[in-house]
């Protein structure tokens, strides 16, 4: 499904990311493994991570180089798409699974633990989308257009909706999902496709977590999520933009976008608080409107 394709995989070192590199690979793609090596928290930087994924890679016959780096820096990712293109001629796809974890309650997080959450996972993806899209948008002109579109794959999460004791975690990814929305509008006329994937799996990352409780690693592991993103990075999603996919075991899911739920007119001819409190129970009849839910 990838053959002839080259495609960046960030966050390749651990995980969902590591997994995806590893079947990106196996589907037949060139891979350039990015990951700095970090605790689950974002402390440290470790090289190995990345050269493990890759010797993973080779060890079955596949091609793949190891960059040590962090997303957030926009030098750095543009050094990353221009040494992957120099290594190989051109970048077809990227994904981008790099991220960190710093829970706490929101009355007691401080400016640390939500700073290094929304700049690895949000700056990150806009740092990448940043290098890939001017990358892709020079060559497009210049080739005259591509022979196949070029695909870039966020990497949201169920718990963008929201989730006790991630404030940071779940603000990033919602904000994630816009940054994709507004990406896949502006990058359609240079044939690139801009989607998100909601994975749910036991890694380092979830493995604490209530909801992942008892989880057999054989059903829920990382490597249950891997059709989506590969399926994204190919020809047989030529055409799909702006759609997010929830995969989780053996489910796979559209997610829809925030949508209006029902609309009324005033019957005043401009709204009051007042009108608004009278027909309350018209406006949300049907929808639930205090949301004591908490997803993973």
């Given at each position: 499904?990838?053959?002839?394709?080259?495609?960046?995989?960030?966050?390749?070192?651990?995980?969902?990311?590591?997994?995806?590199?590893?079947?990106?690979?196996?589907?037949?793609?060139?891979?350039?493994?990015?990951?700095?090596?970090?605790?689950?928290?974002?402390?440290?930087?470790?090289?190995?991570?990345?050269?493990?994924?890759?010797?993973?890679?080779?060890?079955?016959?596949?091609?793949?180089?190891?960059?040590?780096?962090?997303?957030?820096?926009?030098?750095?990712?543009?050094?990353?798409?221009?040494?992957?293109?120099e290594e190989?001629?051109?970048?077809?796809?990227?994904?981008?699974?790099?991220?960190?974890?710093?829970?706490?309650?929101?009355?007691?997080?401080?400016?640390?633990e939500w700073?290094?959450?929304?700049?690895?996972?949000?700056?990150?993806?806009?740092?990448?989308?940043?290098?890939?899209?001017?990358?892709?948008?020079?060559?497009?002109?210049?080739?005259?257009?591509?022979?196949?579109?070029?695909?870039?794959?966020?990497?949201?999460?169920?718990?963008?909706?929201?989730?006790?004791?991630?404030?940071?975690?779940?603000?990033?990814?919602?904000?994630?999902?816009?940054?994709?929305?507004?990406?896949?509008?502006?990058?359609?006329q240079y044939?690139?496709?801009?989607?998100?994937?909601?994975?749910?799996?036991?890694?380092?990352?979830?493995?604490?977590?209530?909801?992942?409780?008892?989880?057999?690693?054989?059903?829920?592991?990382?490597?249950?999520?891997?059709?989506?993103?590969?399926?994204?990075?190919?020809?047989?999603?030529?055409?799909?933009?702006?759609?997010?996919?929830?995969?989780?075991?053996?489910?796979?899911?559209?997610?829809?976008?925030?949508?209006?739920?029902?609309?009324?007119?005033?019957?005043?001819?401009?709204?009051?608080?007042?009108?608004?409190?009278?027909?309350?129970?018209?406006?949300?009849?049907?929808?639930?409107?205090?949301?004591?839910?908490?997803?993973?």
């Amino acid at each position: 499904m990838l053959e002839d394709r080259v495609c960046i995989v960030c966050g390749g070192g651990n995980g969902i990311g590591e997994e995806t590199a590893v079947a990106m690979a196996e589907a037949g793609a060139t891979v350039v493994v990015n990951d700095l090596g970090v605790d689950v928290s974002g402390e440290g930087a470790d090289e190995q991570p990345a050269e493990e994924t890759v010797e993973r890679i080779e060890d079955t016959g596949g091609e793949a180089m190891a960059h040590f780096g962090d997303v957030t820096e926009l030098a750095y990712t543009e050094q990353l798409v221009a040494d992957a293109v120099e290594e190989y001629g051109a970048v077809h796809a990227v994904a981008n699974f790099a991220g960190v974890l710093r829970d706490s309650m929101l009355f007691k997080m401080d400016e640390a633990e939500w700073d290094t959450v929304v700049d690895v996972h949000l700056k990150g993806h806009f740092s990448l989308l940043r290098a890939a899209s001017s990358h892709w948008r020079d060559r497009y002109k210049q080739d005259d257009g591509f022979e196949r579109e070029r695909s870039f794959v966020c990497v949201s999460s169920g718990v963008s909706v929201g989730n006790v004791g991630q404030a940071n975690y779940s603000a990033a990814k919602a904000g994630i999902l816009g940054l994709m929305r507004t990406a896949a509008l502006e990058l359609d006329q240079y044939d690139v496709r801009v989607n998100a994937m909601w994975p749910t799996a036991l890694t380092r990352m979830t493995e604490d977590l209530p909801g992942m409780a008892g989880v057999d690693p054989d059903d829920m592991g990382p490597q249950h999520t891997t059709a989506v993103p590969v399926f994204l990075a190919g020809e047989a999603a030529e055409g799909v933009t702006g759609c997010t996919l929830a995969i989780a075991g053996d489910s796979v899911a559209i997610v829809s976008d925030p949508e209006r739920e029902r609309t009324l007119s005033s019957e005043e001819g401009q709204w009051s608080p007042d009108e608004i409190a009278d027909r309350w129970e018209e406006l949300t009849d049907g929808f639930e409107t205090r949301r004591m839910t908490s997803g993973y």
